[in-house]
């Protein structure tokens, strides 16, 4: 294959200290990186930063929560022509991002506790595999997943 892996989704956020709190702390993401446009300061190459930088310097620019060992989430300040989300798979494009774990009901006991809302109860999807959902405080949605022996993302699947 080409790809080893997905390196990072990324996602702009109004909210990002709560944001931040919620995969740090909810989640148990480590926060990785943390650039503020001060970064940005000798950038000349960069000159819509720069001037941010300038008026702004310790404003964030972007975050990396390393969700799994070099798999990160990245998060940007909205900026301040961008809506709100619409509904759930409403639009083209990004609907969700999913998280594989080894243990799906080890996983909602942990979130339950953490207080994290679970969306959905834990079931069997059609490829085999185990499913719950969860969302971040900015109603992004998260897909738990958990493989089994017969899951088609293991074994393979292609319907005629």
């Given at each position: 294959m080409l790809f080893k892996s997905i390196m990072h989704v990324a996602f702009f956020t109004d909210n990002m200290d709560e944001m931040l709190e919620f995969y740090q702390n909810?989640?148990?993401a480590k926060l990785k990186v943390l650039i503020r446009y001060k970064e940005y300061l000798h950038r000349n190459d960069r000159p819509e930063h720069q001037k941010i930088a300038?008026?702004?310097?310790?404003?964030?620019f972007n975050a990396y929560l390393e969700i799994a060992p070099g798999q990160f989430l990245e998060l940007f300040p909205k900026s301040e022509n961008q809506g709100q989300h619409l509904n759930f798979n409403e639009c083209l494009g990004y609907s969700h991002f999913s998280l594989l774990v080894e243990d799906i009901y080890e996983v909602k006991r942990y979130l339950t506790d953490m207080g994290v809302n679970i969306d959905t109860e834990i079931t069997k999807g059609p490829s085999e595999t185990y499913q719950m959902w969860i969302t971040d405080p900015d109603n992004n949605r998260i897909e738990i997943m958990q493989f089994t022996d017969r899951s088609y993302q293991v074994?393979?699947?292609?319907s005629d």
């Open positions: 909810k989640l148990g300038r008026a702004y310097p310790d404003k964030i074994i393979g699947k292609i």
